[in-house]
Nanobody, 120 residues
Framework: QVQLVESGGGLVQPGGSLRLSCAAS????????MGWYRQAPGKQRELVAS?????KVNSVDSVKGRFTISRDKNTVDLQLSNLKPEDTAVYYC????????????????WGQGTQVTVSS
């Protein structure tokens, strides 16, 4: 079993910054993809940014140039800069674990979410 613990959410004004952190613990052998999703009120959950174990980064167009994802061992951070009201959402840490071989199986894990509110 893997547990994801998130921290760093809060209330900021437009143009401000936050840094979100997520630490994976437990049976974390085989950590593959780590990243951050978000869900705003009345909207579907969307991928914000992800990073592979080899450092390959993917992010949604709306945050490129403002958010930066980084990874170190079993932690993944998201630096949020130049925040906008439309960034307001619950942000969820995500990872998947590759188990195997015999057979190879992928397991998904989610954090409980941390609130980011951007408002004046």
């Amino acid at each position: 079993q893997v547990q994801l613990v998130e921290s760093g959410g809060g209330l900021v004004q437009p143009g401000g910054s936050l840094r979100l952190s997520c630490a994976a613990s437990g049976s974390a052998n085989g950590l593959n993809l780590m990243g951050w999703y978000r869900q705003a009120p009345g909207k579907q959950r969307e991928l914000v940014a992800s990073i592979t174990s080899d450092g390959k980064v993917n992010s949604v167009d709306s945050v490129k140039g403002r958010f930066t994802i980084s990874r170190d061992k079993n932690t993944v951070d998201l630096q949020l800069s130049n925040l906008k009201p439309e960034d307001t959402a619950v942000y969820y840490c995500y990872c998947n674990i590759r188990r195997g071989p015999w057979p190879i199986t992928i397991y998904d894990y989610w954090g409980q979410g941390t609130q980011v509110t951007v408002s004046s």
